[in-house]
């Protein structure tokens, strides 16, 4: 574990993506012990710390964690929006548009080249 002085600080980003295109940041100094809902608290951007109905939830790194998580040194605290599209029903879709051979994984294969030994 960290071996820090008392009144240390710990440096945690957080980031939000409001829309599509638009991503926040904010770099805070917190207090040792902070956790997620303190983080988010601290930006501002949903009060209480707790996600509000424009956002789902919060993570760390990628990760959905409990608003009562405790924060390490330089953690990047992160809030999630709703999806816009269930990636199931898009992958549906786009096969349905570009049929069997333009889709999936071995759609671009490459020409084999016979080789002259």
């Not at 805070?28 to 012990?33: D, E, K, Q, S, T």
């Not at 707790?50 to 924060?71: D, E, I, K, T």
């Not at 199931?88 to 016979?114: D, M, N």
């Amino acid at each position: 574990m960290d071996n820090a002085a008392p009144g240390a600080v710990l440096h945690v980003v957080v980031a939000a993506s409001p829309q599509a295109g638009q991503v926040l940041e904010q770099l805070l100094r917190l207090p040792l012990g902070a956790t997620v809902a303190d983080a988010v608290q601290a930006s501002g951007w949903a009060p209480g710390g707790v996600p509000s109905p424009q956002w789902v939830a919060c993570g760390v790194w990628g990760r959905v964690v409990a608003p009562q998580q405790q924060l390490r040194d330089q953690d990047r605290v992160e809030l999630y929006r709703p999806l816009s599209v269930d990636p199931k029903v898009a992958r549906r879709e786009r096969f349905a548009r570009q049929g069997a051979r333009a889709a999936g994984l071995f759609a671009r294969q490459r020409a084999i080249v016979p080789r002259s030994d």
